[in-house]
């Protein structure tokens, strides 16, 4: 009877123990779970995808040229990279140290060619996809998001979504005060536009082209030139297809024939060779001198690339079509813009030089 009670206390003392160092193996690994369910959350994208992201993200990088301008002007200091280098003439607006930054190049396009072991390399937290959805892009984004295991958000960018765009990186990114100072800009200039579209008795016809010869149209419904539509004038050019990049190519017969009220183009250059070509001269808006181009500095206002430098481009064009209605002072507006947007005090000279005066 002893020896059983030896043993059963034996065997007590031994499950003491051995419960006693369990315990705080136990807990330690409750602890590391709940630390990093703290230090995660799932965030829900445009897509209805659900990323698991870190709660602070410090490390971004962007899949293209819409979302780089969007994270440009959004949050650069936590760019680790750019999806193409800055021109020349660009350079001045920007910092010095999104100019070092690594080229990555772009996930979508016709010029795709993303970098994966450059984008690996600078160990984003996230990487961020900004455009139009479309078909195929969930499973582009779910592949992309496994090769590199790194989280991918998509953010839709089109321009009735501009201003819930800044609200989405805020959600991401953090810094909400930002992001509702850029969306509460963009819903007050769309509220003016609405407002001045009203009053649009005469609605004109505006072409925007592109490409060596002018005659890369971007057609109706093309993302790089709905600002036409959005400020109350006709887009006249009308194709099967929409082709992004450079446009649908279109015959000198489809322009004539619409004969548009302006002609603008995509650089200086091409709209002075325009002006001075034979074949061009027959159009009613060279006749009446409205062939201009598209103000640019970083980018584009027309939409290259399609993201919120739209927004000055929209009371740019406004101003240019119906002067009556959009009384807009346009140094004034570019160089509220210019601070608000890319953190940069224009001087006169250059507000001058952006616009072409």
């Known amino acids: 009877m002893k020896k059983i009670k030896r043993v059963l206390a034996l065997c007590l003392t031994f499950g003491l123990l051995f419960t006693a160092c369990s315990k705080p193996a136990e807990k330690k690994e409750e602890k590391q779970q709940t630390e990093t369910k703290n230090e995660t959350r799932v965030f829900k994208d445009d897509l209805g995808r659900e990323v698991t992201l870190k709660q602070n993200i410090t490390r971004v990088a962007p899949s293209g040229n819409p979302a ?8 650069p200091n936590k760019l680790v990279g750019i999806a193409s280098k800055f021109s020349k003439s660009t350079e001045k607006y920007i910092s010095e140290d999104l100019k070092k930054l690594p080229e990555f190049g772009a996930f979508y ?32 984004l ?40 850029l969306s509460e800009y963009i819903k007050k200039t769309y509220k003016e536009i609405e407002e001045n579209k009203a009053k649009i008795k005469d609605v004109k016809k505006v072409y925007y082209g592109g490409g060596k010869t002018g005659l890369f149209a971007n057609a109706k419904g093309s993302i790089h030139a709905d600002i036409i539509e959005f400020i109350g004038a006709q887009n006249p050019i009308t194709v099967e297809k929409v082709q ?28 002075e060779q325009i002006k001075g070509e034979a074949t061009f001269k027959t159009l009613k808006a060279v006749k009446e001198n409205k062939v201009f181009y598209a103000p640019s500095g970083p980018y584009n206002f027309f939409g290259r690339p399609p993201a919120a430098n739209r927004v000055i481009g929209m009371k740019w064009l406004g101003n240019l079509v119906y002067p009556e209605v959009y009384k807009y002072d346009m140094e004034k507006e570019v160089k509220e813009f210019y601070k608000l947007f890319y953190n940069y005090e224009l001087k006169d000279e250059e507000v001058k030089e952006i616009l072409g005066k």
Do not use: W
């Open 109 to 140: 396009g016709k010029k795709a060619n993303l970098n994966m072991e450059a984008v690996i390399n600078a160990k984003p937290d996230v990487i961020i996809d900004m455009g139009e959805k479309k078909k195929g892009i969930e499973e582009d």
């Open 244 to 271: 992004g990049g450079s446009g649908n190519e279109i015959p000198f017969e489809k322009l004539s024939e619409v004969n548009p009220d302006f002609l603008i183009f995509e650089s200086k250059e091409l709209a």
């Open 68 to 75: 780089q301008v969007m994270l440009h002007i959004y949050e």
């Open 142 to 181: 779910n592949k992309l998001q496994e090769q590199l295991k790194i989280p991918v958000v998509f953010i839709e960018l089109t321009l009735d979504k501009l201003p819930e765009a800044f609200e989405r990186l805020a959600e991401v990114l953090g810094n909400k005060e930002r992001g509702k100072e």
